[in-house]
């Protein structure tokens, strides 16, 4: 995890709606912090890999910017955002009134004071036991047949309160979907997570 010194890379940050796990249909400001070290084959923002591409913003103007809107939700992603000290950031959105909410793979150890930690574990790193023990959601993406076997053994570490959703990689979703929803019909415990905002063709 590197220290917020200079700031953060942020490669984006916009208003929107959250698509996305037990939050979907609400609005959100996204905070998309550039840098990542777990390299999904999938990922659908490969841009946000490399930190240095992206100009550094102080935490001071990451949350003026984020106030500017009427939400009162914030969620910080990546990349993959705990690669980066995210305490101050974190404690500057809660005084301005700001739910702070994450989505992370886990493979960084946790910082910040968070609302809602998304955990989203991928096969490419390892993530931390913390992330079990703190996650209030876990959403899985599901890109082939094998990763419910995966899903499931994720989901039998998390703490009995934590949310469990099955989330279809965008673009196998028309091969996947019917499973995940043959799979959710048949284990009730799990929620299917669809990527809404890209239906609606928006950030």
């Known amino acids: 995890m590197t220290k917020e010194t200079n700031g953060l890379p942020v490669m984006e940050a916009f208003y929107t709606i959250q698509g ?3 939050f979907s249909g609400n609005s959100a400001y ?3 912090l550039g840098g990542c070290d777990v390299g999904c084959v999938w990922c659908d923002v490969k841009d946000s890999w490399d930190a240095s591409q992206w100009p550094k913003q102080s935490v001071d103007e990451i949350v003026s910017n984020a106030k500017e809107y009427p939400t009162r939700l914030a969620v910080v992603t990546g990349g993959e955002p705990l690669m980066y000290d995210l305490a101050k950031l974190t404690h500057e959105l809660k005084v301005q009134g700001l739910q702070t909410n994450i989505e992370t793979s886990g493979a960084h ?4 004071d968070w609302n809602w930690i998304c955990f989203s574990p991928k096969k ?3 993530p931390r036991d913390e992330f079990y023990r703190m ?11 094998s990763d419910f076997e995966w899903a499931e053994e994720h989901a039998a570490r998390v703490n009995p309160d ?6 279809p990689e965008w673009d196998k979703q028309e091969v996947i979907l019917p499973q995940i929803i043959d799979y959710v019909k048949d284990n009730p415990q799990w929620k299917i997570s669809l990527q809404t905002h890209k239906f609606m063709n928006i950030p």
């Open 20 to 22: 996305e796990g037990h």
């Open 30 to 32: 996204f905070i998309r």
């Open 109 to 112: 150890p946790l910082s910040g």
């Open 124 to 126: 490419f790193m390892k």
């Open 135 to 145: 996650a209030d959601e876990l959403k899985v993406v599901v890109y082939n047949k």
């Open 162 to 167: 934590c949310l469990l959703y099955l989330q």
